[in-house]
């Protein structure tokens, strides 16, 4: 019996001359792999709307070990993200890690939402690829159920004030203070602090509602990549080309 669902192509695998297997992250489904027969020949009917970062309507069949793709339409295609190799190189990085979260519903609609406003706000140039890529770090690690302790200095209770320390393994912070006997170095000043714990806990519609300083948003890039590996069961080989590009 055909499926109908939404699907964002997080990865293309070419097969033979024309075919190729997709991964696609669907809200009802989870993440997927469908063999789309033909989809690389132009006059296709799958063409248009089985590119990579499209978001589309499919219509599936379910196979033993992965689906087929009968039809699909176009919804939105994220054109601004080849205009610069930032915008690709960052978009790669986060589809790698969605797929790698591998979110089941109903985390994946969650995390299909996160991915496709991190899309837009990267196409259109909404947003510094930068301030994108923490947010996206924090919150799908967030999503996927590895949020940091972030109320405060796990070892005085201190809410805020000076510079505090994210332990990317533990999840937990530490003010200046209780960092120094611990023989850990701040790695967050306030402005970081403040952004850290807003991708982590504000509402979907006040997510991306905060600027940075270039200083501030420098640490809060390093220590929220730091955490996202020290979680990730798996270090995204797009990382090391995404680094030379935003460096």
Request: net charge neutral.
């Amino acid at each position: 019996m055909p499926i109908a669902t939404m699907g964002l192509v997080l990865r293309q695998v070419r097969v033979g001359e024309a075919d190729q297997i997709l991964t696609l992250l669907t809200p009802d489904l989870g993440v997927i792999s469908a063999s789309a027969k033909g989809s690389l020949r132009l006059k296709n009917k799958l063409f248009s709307a089985c590119g990579l970062f499209c978001y589309s309507e499919f219509t599936l069949t379910s196979g033993r070990s992965h689906y087929f793709v009968d039809s699909a339409q176009v919804r939105r295609v994220f054109h601004g993200l080849s205009q610069s190799i930032e915008g690709m190189g960052l978009a790669a990085y986060m589809a790698e890690i969605a797929a790698a979260l591998s979110p089941a519903p109903p985390e994946a609609e969650a995390q299909l939402r996160l991915l496709l406003n991190c899309l837009y706000l990267l196409s259109e140039q909404k947003r510094t690829p930068g301030q994108l890529k923490s947010i996206y770090e924090l919150r799908a690690m967030t999503l996927a159920g590895y949020m940091p302790n972030l109320l405060a200095c796990e070892d005085c209770g201190k809410y805020e004030g000076g510079e505090f320390y994210l332990d990317p393994q533990e999840g937990t912070l530490l003010c200046a203070d209780c960092a120094e006997k611990a023989r850990h170095v701040p790695n967050l000043d306030t402005g970081a602090l403040y952004a850290l714990r807003h991708s982590c806990l504000s509402e979907d519609k006040q997510l991306f509602n905060f600027k940075l300083s270039p200083p501030s948003q420098r640490l809060l890039n390093k220590a929220s990549e730091q955490y996202l590996l020290a979680h990730l069961e798996q270090c995204p080989k797009s990382l090391d080309f995404l680094r030379t590009v935003l460096s």
